[in-house]
């Protein structure tokens, strides 16, 4: 067994419903119908499980991704390109894994696996978790629906404006995927496989290690071979040297004696050569070694550099975007210095907050206030494409809301009285005033359908 056992932890996007991968890691096809690959054992397939338990009315993995992007809260429709499931194959290297198996600590391994899943994407972005226990090394097909709420990168890095339209729930793969978090999946991963004596995998390619490996093996057996055959010649001269005693008997003292010593001196030779010969050889072994862990060690400082580098171009990235946000702080400050009737309600009123939600039937929202007095109004029926087009910077909230409302629909009664004098220097005199309830709304010049049932309450103010 080697020294090293590494922790996997493999990611990849589904196709579609996935529908093709479910058939493999359930080990049957869309009509139930048993499928066991040809590199499974099928005497041990019994032995496969799902970890997790599907909510009511869903049979499957297949479904288990849909009912979560249904019971999710999208607000988008999702596209058919869209990534609905991401794989994730955990495992470790094979002889650590059937350590943990016959020591009995596979339900543990297998716990500690659920936990980083739950804690990593989310309890209830997990649909399935397979273990399969008919292939060579146990392993886990952990399935992950990438739900995200956070703010959107593209938009954030567009400088967008941020509309409660876009927050919530969003299927969005990209995200989940960033080089930057697939780092930090392999480290979480590699911290919580530690206790079962697996590391962090080495990213990389083995071309190099794997022609370093076979230029070790030809040279080991090359000294193999030489140091045999200067064996085989030292039994030879020992044969020799046999032949030399042997000659004493016959009375060729002197031819005998020089014969001995050439012997022995060629026998020396030899020895000393393979001496030479095995500390080479000794010299080969200790540098492949050290080869191989300055190989490792190289991997692990350019993945070091990469994270590095990453984290310091997320950081760069972080402090331009506040300069640019500081930047259009700056021009908004300066523009309401320059053009204050951009940024005035014709009410008088101040705009709190709006908003156009985008259902089946859209809505405009807007909240005004006056003093200590809040009022929200809603007008019905809004094209919302159309309505969207408005808030590309070219006007401002102010000025669309002014577009949309009437002054005497952006306030309540008791706005209008408290604005008093000047609500009235906004209509250009004395005027009768309707004040919205928060139901409707009356006509607009904007291309967008006001078919909507209008419910007012009258004050007049002279």
């Known amino acids: 067994m080697s020294n090293t056992q590494y922790a996997v932890c493999h990611l990849q996007r589904g196709s579609g419903n996935d529908s093709g991968m479910s058939c493999h890691i359930e080990r049957k096809d869309a009509k139930g119908k048993k499928y066991v690959p040809a590199n499974a054992d099928a005497k041990r397939t019994s032995q496969n ?102 703010e959107r990168i593209r938009r954030k890095r567009e400088g967008e404006k941020k509309y ?81 005693l042997s000659w004493f008997g016959k009375g060729d003292l002197a031819k005998a004696k020089k014969e001995l010593a050439n012997k022995d001196e060629q026998i020396a030779k030899l020895k000393n050569q393979i001496k030479i010969l095995m500390a080479e050889k000794s010299q080969l072994q200790e540098k492949h070694k050290a080869d191989i862990e300055q190989l490792r060690n190289g991997y692990q400082k350019e993945i070091d550099k990469a994270i ?49 939600s985008n259902y089946r039937n859209p809505s405009l929202h807007i909240w005004t206030r006056v003093g200590d007095e809040l009022f929200e109004n809603i007008k019905f029926q809004i094209d919302y494409d159309v309505a969207q087009r408005h808030f590309n910077g070219q006007i401002t909230d102010e000025e669309f809301v002014n577009a949309v409302f009437d002054p005497q629909e952006q306030v309540n009664e008791i706005q209008a009285q408290l604005l008093g004098a000047a609500f009235t220097l906004a209509f250009g005199g004395p005027a009768e005033v309707h004040v919205g309830t928060g139901t409707g709304g009356s006509s607009s010049d904007l291309p967008w359908n006001d078919n909507v049932a209008k419910k007012h309450t009258s004050i007049k103010r002279r």
């Open 49 to 150: 499980r799902e970890l997790l338990t599907f909510p009511d009315g869903v049979a499957n993995r297949t479904e288990a991704i849909q009912h979560r992007i249904n019971t999710a809260g999208l607000r988008r429709k999702v596209s058919k390109n869209q990534t609905k499931a991401i794989r994730i194959m955990l495992t470790g290297t094979h002889e650590q894994m059937m350590k943990i198996a016959n020591d009995g600590k596979l339900g543990s391994w297998i716990d500690v696996n659920l936990k980083w899943l739950k804690e990593t994407f989310g309890d209830e972005n997990l649909v399935s978790c397979v273990l399969h226990m008919d292939e060579k090394t146990p392993h886990l097909h952990a399935t992950v629906v990438p739900i995200v709420t956070g």
């Open 164 to 244: 409660e339209t876009k927050s919530g729930p969003r299927l969005s793969a990209d995200d989940v995927m960033r080089r930057t978090k697939l780092h930090e999946y392999q480290n979480s991963y590699a911290k919580a496989m530690k206790p079962f004596g697996l590391q962090r995998g080495i990213v990389g390619s083995t071309a190099k290690h794997q022609a370093n490996s076979e230029y070790y093996k030809q040279q080991m057996n090359r000294y193999e071979e030489d140091i045999a055959k200067l064996q085989a010649d030292i039994e030879q001269a020992k044969e020799g040297r046999s032949t030399v």
């Open 308 to 356: 590095h580098r990453a984290e310091t171009a997320e950081r760069q990235f972080k402090e331009k975007d506040a300069i640019i946000d500081r930047q259009r702080k700056q021009i908004s400050l300066l523009d309401r210095k320059a053009n204050p009737q951009r940024y005035s309600l014709s009410s008088g009123a101040e705009l709190v907050r709006i908003n156009v």
